[in-house]
């Protein structure tokens, strides 16, 4: 696209030097390249003549397979727009500096198309913004969306002062993973059709509605009753209970209707069947599994294979990475060095109760992956210690009680961890001095090796002369123009670890 500009601005003595290039799209389902140009303000609109004459220019200078299709967009430098540029660019990119940004704090002069901008920051703000690229960078921004002379200025403001807080950041408690097994149905008796397979007897001690379970039946009994209330007050009613066994049992009921009578006498004891039904506490106080739907059946996992999924059933559910910032199609991707080229790497952080390792616990794992320089998965749990977080901890990470209360224990997730790293390289932020005893200690109380090749991005930074004031995370990537948003959580601070690990392994 660049030859392709070069080419328009030098196009009959330079015609068409007063537009710009504003953005380039592709619709791959109708093979379509739109290519959208800014002009001036000054200027009413792009007449027909100069419309058809630059759509045939870019029919005849862009060397793509596709249908192409010139758009035009006036630059309007109203403080609006500029404004909402300046806030959009702001929590875009540095999502810790818009935190503290207001439109009151953007002063914009403008006279014709010289346009300063005056940013005013609080203290703490000012010093952040300095340390990293945001000025050249919301520059360019500028430049690429309006038509204009921009200078952009940064102050220190007595005026704008903020409180020392970093906002919670909620993540998801990973459920437990529902493990199912195959069963072949055979004939339905009564109720609906059961989909999908189900699910262990064991994993279902609590009420839930709609639950599919299979097992041998026992114990069965043909009940009756009295209705006590409704229109069929009075009338007797028919209701079986029986013990249903996957070898773990479940107490079952299932009031039958008229017409499910006579189905129901085919029941015997040693029949295996598939059912749908509620778990509620009954009149025992025990789990009742309330029946609606049964379907003769019978199983397809072996014993021994269903004890193998169970064993692989992982508790932390894995997330795709998507990159939500749409990637312009002309844009050249980086390129990394070794090992980032050809190897699988995971990043990762923790956040603990304390700092020894022998007496504290893990109480967030937040981990990236990243393949062959891309970003991959993403893995984050919180981990119930089993005993109260330290009021110092939680005034460093902002963990509380209540955030961990329902989250699986260590011993539930380490493995999941372990098979989320297994193969790659293990990176982290000082994960050497610190992270590394921690993991060590989860990965032998599980009885799991840990002896993984380990990289360490704060050696890297100081080694690649970061150019800063020391070698916290948050000052080397404020430093390299990555933002730390939320920091001392495992997962942001994972994220940043992994961005500044691209970005010193970036071949320029």
Request: aromatic fraction near 10%; proline fraction near 4%.
């Amino acid at each position: 696209m660049d030859e392709f500009s070069t080419k328009l601005f030098s196009f009959e003595n330079q015609k068409y030097s007063f537009l710009k290039l504003y953005k380039v799209t592709y619709d791959t389902q109708q093979n379509l390249c739109e290519i959208t140009f800014l002009y001036p303000e000054t200027m009413t609109q792009i007449d027909k003549p100069m419309r058809d004459e630059l759509q045939k220019f870019a029919e005849n200078n862009l060397n793509i397979n596709a249908k192409i299709k010139v758009k035009f967009k006036r630059s309007f430098l109203d403080e609006r727009l500029l404004n909402a540029q300046i806030i959009k660019f702001f929590k875009n990119n540095y999502k810790s500096i818009s935190s503290f940004l207001t439109e009151k704090q953007i002063e914009i002069q403008k006279q014709g198309e010289k346009i300063l901008i005056n940013l005013n920051f609080a203290k703490e703000v000012f010093q952040l913004f300095n340390s990293t690229l945001a000025q050249k960078q919301l520059l360019s921004e500028l430049q690429d969306n309006f038509i204009g002379d921009f200078t952009i200025q940064a102050y220190e403001n007595e005026d704008f002062k903020i409180a020392d807080i970093i906002p919670d950041v909620p993540i998801k408690v990973p459920p437990k993973k529902v493990v199912r097994y195959q069963v072949e149905p055979i004939k339905k008796l009564f109720g609906k059709d059961i989909s999908p397979n189900p699910e262990l007897i064991k994993n279902n001690t609590h009420p839930k509605p709609s639950v599919i379970l299979f097992g041998k039946i026992s114990n069965l009994q043909k009940k009756t009753f009295t209705a006590k209330h409704g229109k069929n007050k009075g009338e007797e009613k028919v209701y079986y209970t029986f013990v249903l066994d996957d070898s773990s049992k479940i107490d079952c009921v299932y009031f039958s209707t008229k017409t499910n009578q006579k189905k129901c006498e085919a029941l015997a004891d040693g029949m295996s069947f598939l059912c749908l039904g509620d778990i509620k506490i009954g009149i025992t106080d025990k789990p009742t599994y309330y029946i609606n739907a049964m379907t003769y059946a019978q199983i397809k996992t072996q014993p021994q294979e269903l004890e193998e999924e169970i064993e692989s059933a992982g508790v932390v559910k894995i997330e795709d990475y998507f990159e939500h910032k749409q990637e312009n199609i002309f844009c050249k991707q980086p390129t990394y060095k070794e090992p980032i080229s050809s190897r699988d790497i995971v990043v990762y952080d923790l956040e603990t109760t304390g700092l020894d390792p022998e007496f504290c616990d893990i109480i967030e794992i937040g981990a990236i992956k990243i393949e062959k320089g891309r970003i991959t998965k993403k893995f984050a749990t919180f981990v119930n210690p089993g005993k109260h977080i330290p009021d110092e901890a939680t005034a460093i990470n902002h963990i509380t009680d209540d955030m961990v209360a329902s989250a699986p224990k260590i011993e539930d997730v380490i493995l999941d961890f372990y098979k989320f790293c297994e193969g790659c390289i293990i990176s982290g932020y000082n994960n050497n001095g610190f992270d590394n005893n921690f993991l060590k200690k989860a990965y032998q109380k599980a009885g799991l090796k840990f002896n993984p090749e380990s990289l360490d991005v704060m050696l890297l930074a100081r080694a690649g002369g970061v150019k800063t004031s020391n070698f916290k995370l948050t000052t080397v990537a404020a430093a390299l123009g990555i933002d730390l948003s939320n920091a001392h959580r495992a997962y942001n601070d994972a994220f940043a670890t992994a961005k500044v690990l691209l970005k010193l392994n970036e071949i320029v």
